[in-house]
């Protein structure tokens, strides 16, 4: 079978359906990266797992507070990883309440439900990425 | 032409869409779970940070326990890979046929499991010899 050549026309559906497999990719080199700085920063021999699942999405000192690792903040608060982290919130978040509203909209037809539904989930988008990237700035 | 969304839950389940179809709907499922247990996190976590709400805490530790982190492990590495398989067929549509199709399938699963298994026994085997 032979794949269709079809141009569609730019819209907001169709860059949120670019947008959502690059940054899923993009997402998955990210938590490399992540799992990959705290291996080399000794979380073989420091953290357990799921220590080491929170750091590779999100590593930053106050995100593992409970982790009992006395110098965890060495290492992680750099421009570096504050970079990663905003760049990690910011794909995440678009990419998961994308998601949201793809799924609830798939579930209704076109009420005047729909532009409440899509305002609430843009406020929870808004919410979280000011949220998030005040704690990774303010740590 | 708008296709017509008048389709019942069980009448969807009946479609012979089989393996393709059934990762669809689990990518949905794993999607959406994603999407409320991180925000619900974000929220506890800012609420626990601002007004050290008893509620907030409370989600932050069940959170933080090794048999929740089980069902978050296979959750996000069901979402990853599958992900990442729909994300590749759709760059290189080339392969989307019904042959290429299952055999991504079974790359995809042999992939997640043996990723998966070492992730349960790490996890266990971790917080038996803490507690």
Redesign the interface.
């Known amino acids: 079978m032979r794949a269709r050549s079809v141009q569609p026309a730019m819209s907001f559906e169709y860059f949120m359906w670019i947008f959502t497999r690059g940054s899923g990719i993009a997402l998955i080199l990210l938590a490399l990266i992540g799992i990959s700085g705290a291996f080399l920063m000794g979380a073989r021999t420091q953290m357990d797992l799921a220590t080491v699942m929170r750091w590779t999405f999100f590593p930053n000192p106050n995100h593992v507070v409970n982790s009992n690792i006395p110098d965890v903040a060495i290492g992680w608060a750099t421009a570096f990883w504050q970079i990663m982290q905003i760049l990690i919130i910011i794909l995440a978040t678009t990419h998961g309440y994308n998601g949201l509203r793809v799924v609830i909209e798939d579930f209704m037809g076109d009420t005047y439900l729909r532009p409440m539904l899509r305002g609430l989930i843009f406020l929870l988008w808004l919410f979280s990425l000011i949220v998030a990237i005040y704690v990774i700035l303010s740590s | 032409m708008k296709p017509s969304?008048n389709v019942g839950f069980y009448q969807g389940l009946k479609y012979q869409g089989r393996g393709p179809m059934l990762h669809w709907m689990l990518h949905?499922i794993t999607?959406?779970a994603?999407?409320l247990f991180?925000?619900l996190h974000?929220f506890a976590?800012?609420f626990m940070?601002q007004t050290g709400a008893d509620l907030a805490t409370q989600v932050?530790i069940v959170y933080?326990s090794?048999q929740f982190?089980i069902i978050?492990?296979f959750i996000?590495i069901f979402h990853?890979l599958n992900?990442?398989r729909?994300?590749l067929l759709?760059?290189w549509?080339?392969f989307?046929?019904q042959v290429d199709q299952h055999r991504a399938l079974w790359l995809q699963w042999s992939v997640i499991i043996p990723l998966y298994a070492l992730?349960v026994f790490?996890?266990v085997t971790?917080?038996l010899a803490?507690s």
């Open positions: 969304r949905r999607g959406v994603i999407v991180v925000g974000v976590s800012f940070q932050n933080e090794w982190q978050v492990a996000v990853a992900g990442l729909v994300a759709d760059f549509p080339g989307q046929n992730t790490f996890l971790r917080s803490e």
